[in-house]
């Protein structure tokens, strides 16, 4: 089982970035995605979720209206986009395929916001 997440990196403020997270080893279109974030000593956040068929999304409010989970099945990716970035946003972001009980971890890329 793999995720691999790609599309990091250093932007501006205001700046987007659009990360992917490829999936192998599993059946991914039977597993919703999550992407979470964590920064230097803060504890990890749920930033986006999106269903298996991608039928349903949801965002905290920290994000909602700046980023977008998308998904396709066909291509088992998983994707993230970022619009609007702030200094705030800054930090490792991973990808997570959950089913009842299971869970597999991204390794994570890193995002950079900042002038």
């Known amino acids: 089982v793999q995720l691999v997440e790609s599309g990091g990196g250093l932007v501006q403020p205001g700046g987007s970035l659009r990360l992917s997270c490829v999936a192998s080893g599993f059946r991914f279109s039977g597993y919703a995605m999550r992407w979470y974030r964590q920064a230097p000593g803060k504890e990890r956040e749920l930033v986006a979720a999106?269903?298996?068929?991608?039928?349903?999304?949801d965002y905290p409010d920290s994000v909602k209206g700046r980023f977008t989970i998308s998904r396709d099945n066909a291509k088992n990716t998983v994707y993230l986009q970022m619009n609007s970035l702030k200094p705030e946003d800054t930090a490792v972001y991973s990808c997570?395929?959950?089913?009842?009980?299971?869970?597999?971890w991204g390794q994570g890329t890193q995002v950079t916001v900042s002038s």
């Open positions: 997570n395929a959950v089913r009842l009980a299971t869970n597999y």
């Open positions: 999106i269903s298996n068929d991608g039928g349903s999304t």
